[in-house]
């Protein structure tokens, strides 16, 4: 599933960028929280849809990353084409029937979540890999 570039809109954001500012942020330091909340299914798809799956991408100069296996929340068990489905990990579902919460706030509370902490020599060539670089997240079936 890959990911849509908008020529335009990105060169306006570009040409309004000041980059002397980005390099001269007295707090030389970024907190990226990577967080998955929900999926979106094709609006049509010649394979069959997955019932779990799993992320994996590289951001700035950390490892790899290989999220947990997660699940599609769905009310009637059967998931459908162009619907948007919250993820759950597998130990979210057995909360959401114990908790007095809201579902979606368990569901929120439960999500895969990612932090990334950059600070001092690296903020200059964090900033550019802002600047020139697009993070590309690649979602897996579970059960391939």
Known sequence: MGLKRDPVSESRLIDNLNMDLEYNDSLRASKIILKFVAFK????????????????????TFTACQTESVALHTVDSQIKLGTQYCLVLPDTLRLMKQSTKPEIEVVLDSALQQVYEIGGSDHTSFTNFLKDQILSIDCWDTNT
């Open 41 to 60: 299914t094709p609006t049509s798809s010649a394979a069959p849809l997955p019932a779990s799956m799993f992320f994996t991408f590289k951001f700035f």
